[in-house]
């Protein structure tokens, strides 16, 4: 039996989740897996890599590359270097009354070797993309090294920036529209997201990431952050004509719960935001939580105008938090991508 070929678009937690959920139906269903990360990250580690270094974040394909490792307990344990963060290393020599050194802390804000807050799988993405002159030899190198069963790929070979026309982002004037510039501070403002856009308005879409949009069978969006993991892929003009394009079927996996980002958008909303961004979007599934839809006449509606069928299916784990269980979502996964056109 050919392999069915699926391509998961988003970034961060949500993609892990979904990967790790593919991962497990992938023996049932011979899955051939290949995730398609944004790169707008500007926070945190990957951040300070981007500002200081150049090139793509690697935060975000750091996650999709571990959440698809390999199994054996080699691959694990390189799995768990990657995902190992620096804390702060004790300096030599901060001196202290009476002449002696003494260990820093934090009112001296001191990171005395700069590791500080990185992750090594960033350091060594940083640093593989460097030598090999490009990021998607370097995630081939890195995926062979945690032995991934699927590829991971950028959206595009350049890093982009995100913005967001954002009312209320300042409390003291809800009314008031302004620009909010960078992915983290458009996934932390507390205004409500109003329009999204790309800097460079139309960056280049990795070249092997729209061949294996054209050769799939399934294209799968979210779950994770709406406006800065799932609707930036959208956004690149090249990738939203080969997804408009593709022949492959389309399913949308909903969140378990609004984000600081999406405050004041129903369940609906995130589905009618899709169209609003790509209109000629057409969806064949919609998977959700029945817990965390609620009432599912609306979203059965929003559903229907993208041509979807919505399907509910207990997703969620059992500790009541809002987290995709990989097993749980991997199971409804099973008759959706395994069912004949």
């Not at 800097?199 to 990431?209: I, K, R, V, W």
């Not at 059965?300 to 997703?315: D, K, M, Q, Y």
Request: hydrophobic letters at 45%; glycine letters at 12%.
């Amino acid at each position: 039996m050919t392999a069915r070929r699926v391509v998961a678009f988003g970034g961060g937690h949500g993609l892990s989740a979904s990967l790790r959920a593919l991962r497990h139906c992938a023996p049932e269903l011979d899955l051939d897996i290949t995730a398609v990360v944004t790169v707008g990250d500007d926070g945190g580690s990957s951040g300070r890599l981007r500002a200081a270094r150049g090139g793509l974040p690697p935060g975000d394909l750091r996650q999709a590359l571990v959440a698809l490792a390999g199994d054996h307990p080699a691959t694990r344990r390189s799995a768990g270097l990657f995902q190992h963060r620096f804390a702060a290393a004790p300096a030599v020599g901060v001196p202290q009354t009476g002449g002696t050194a003494r260990s820093p802390t934090a009112a001296d804000g001191l990171d005395p070797d700069g590791l500080a807050g990185h992750a090594v799988g960033n350091l060594v993405l940083c640093g593989l993309m460097e030598l090999l002159g490009d990021p998607v030899a370097a995630l081939e190198h890195a995926g062979a090294m945690l032995g991934a069963v699927g590829r991971v790929l950028p959206m595009s070979r350049q890093p982009v920036g995100i913005e967001a026309r954002v009312r209320g982002a300042d409390p003291s004037a809800p009314d008031e529209v302004c620009t909010v510039r960078g992915q983290h501070q458009v996934a932390v403002t507390t205004g409500r997201v109003e329009s999204l856009r790309l800097t460079p308005a139309a960056p280049a879409a990795c070249a092997e990431a729209l061949a294996a949009i054209g050769a799939a069978d399934w294209l799968i969006f979210g779950p994770g952050s709406w406006y800065t993991s799932v609707l930036p892929h959208l956004l690149v003009p090249q990738l939203a004509d080969a997804i408009v394009s593709s022949s492959a079927r389309r399913l949308v996996t909903l969140n378990l719960a609004a984000e600081k980002e999406t405050l004041g958008l129903s369940v609906a909303d995130h589905l009618a935001a899709l169209h609003w961004y790509l209109p000629e979007l057409k969806v064949d599934l919609v998977l959700a939580d029945a817990k965390a839809v609620g009432d599912p006449e609306p979203v059965e509606r929003a559903a229907e105008s993208l041509g979807a069928r919505l399907v509910l299916a207990p997703v969620a784990v059992a500790d009541g938090t809002p987290r995709h269980d990989p097993a749980a979502l991997g199971a409804a996964l099973v008759p959706v991508l395994g069912a004949d056109r």
